[in-house]
């Protein structure tokens, strides 16, 4: 499986922008799907987004569409997630996963329990 070490977590006040960095060991990154959630304190793992192996599709949670972006650079083993216009119900720890098997993540690239590799999670605090 791909080690995963998330990056780019911080406090922000609301409206303020973060990008997180989650870099990824092994040659076989460019196969895996890849996804982040977030886990805010006493809540459930919740989907944020994902991206498909080539970066050619890409899908988000309704609460996040419009102001955060998912993207890969599949030479530099990394997945980034670009959040604007950032919002305090958006304070989380961060999580980045990547998922092996396609044909599950086309059909639940929003399951945690379709990821198989998690990193250890990113702090973001947003502040009012």
């Known amino acids: 499986q791909v080690q995963l070490v998330e990056s780019g977590g911080g406090l922000v006040q609301a409206g303020g922008s973060l990008r997180l960095s989650c870099a990824a060991s092994g040659r076989t990154f460019s196969s895996y799907a890849m996804g982040w959630f977030r886990q805010a304190p006493g809540k459930e793992r919740e989907f944020v987004a994902a991206?498909?192996?080539?970066?050619?599709?890409?899908y988000y949670a309704d609460s996040v569409k419009g102001r955060f972006t998912i993207s890969r650079d599949n030479a530099k083993n990394t997945v980034y997630l670009q959040m604007n216009s950032l919002k305090p119900e958006d304070t989380a720890v961060y999580y980045c996963?990547?998922?092996?098997?396609?044909?599950?993540?086309?059909?639940?690239?929003?399951?945690?329990?379709?990821?198989?590799?998690w990193g250890q999670g990113t702090q973001v605090t947003v502040s009012s």
């Open positions: 991206i498909n192996w080539s970066g050619t599709s890409t």
């Open positions: 996963t990547a998922a092996q098997s396609r044909t599950l993540w086309v059909l639940a690239y929003n399951n945690h329990e379709t990821y198989g590799s």
